[in-house]
């Protein structure tokens, strides 16, 4: 018992001679309050900010105006032609894959339509999404955009007509092949922009957008092979 008490001291007194080697406490250290130290240039001292610097993000560019601009009615094309699935007797996996398109460029459409209506310029209404008519949403928009006619991957109006027509198998194969090339023209489109785009948001958006219709691709080429 002796040898444990003993022992109990000596740690205390290390524990003791060690806060008054630092001579600092608990109570001692100042309060920093969420204060910054930002690091000196080489043979300079830090220096301690209340906060952290603010950093702008950068804003819209014409480039990335132009993008949603033109993707608007290029996810347009795309609702409009998942659409004739159901009716035209799609088989279940193209059916499958025309339900996933629709669902996940809607909310793309109306995303972007808000963005260009927060920054001023040419938009959709809400109507206007819920029609889905490609000519309106192509006329909503200003001169930054293409013609559809000249919009990467965009079906022509015979093409559609075809589609339209076309019933079982034959639609599937047409579905699958114009979609494909309706797919590589948005990755095109979204490279542009993360090229030459600025704003953040949007350039998250087309990140996705390519990743998302890469995937898509690959899945209709394999029903389209198989």
């Keep these: 018992m002796g040898r444990q008490l003993a022992a109990a001291l000596a740690t205390g007194l290390l524990l003791t ?3 008054a080697c630092t ?11 969420g204060a910054v130290v930002q690091p000196g240039s080489p043979g300079e001292k830090s220096t301690t900010l209340d906060e952290a610097p603010r950093i702008e993000a950068p804003g819209a560019n014409d480039a990335d105006v132009m993008f949603a601009q033109m993707m608007i009615p290029h996810h347009a094309q795309a609702l409009q ?9 799609a088989g279940p996996d193209v059916q499958v894959m025309a339900d996933r398109i629709d669902g996940a460029q809607r909310p793309e459409i109306v995303f972007m339509a808000g963005w260009l209506t927060d920054r001023g310029e040419d938009a959709p209404t809400a109507e206007e ?3 889905g008519d490609l000519r309106i949403l192509s006329e909503a928009h200003g001169g930054h955009a ?3 006619d000249q919009m990467p991957g965009m079906a022509t109006p015979a093409e559609l007509d075809e589609l339209e027509d076309a019933r079982g198998a034959e639609f599937d194969r047409l579905y699958l092949t114009l979609m494909i ?3 590589q023209g948005a990755i095109d489109m979204a490279g542009e922009v993360l090229r030459d785009g600025s704003e953040q948001q949007l350039n998250e958006l087309a990140a996705g957008i390519a990743a998302d219709q890469s995937a898509e691709i690959s899945r209709m080429q394999a029903l ?3």
Excluded at 23 to 33: A, L, W
Excluded at 81 to 89: E, I, Q, T, V, Y
């Design 146 to 148: 293409m013609a559809p």
């Design 181 to 183: 090339r309706h797919h």
């Design 129 to 131: 999404i819920e029609g």
């Design 81 to 89: 032609m998942s659409r004739l699935a159901k009716d035209a007797g």
């Design 17 to 19: 001679g060690m806060s």
């Design 224 to 226: 389209l092979d198989g």
């Design 23 to 33: 001579g600092s406490s608990d109570d001692d250290r100042p309060e920093v309050d």
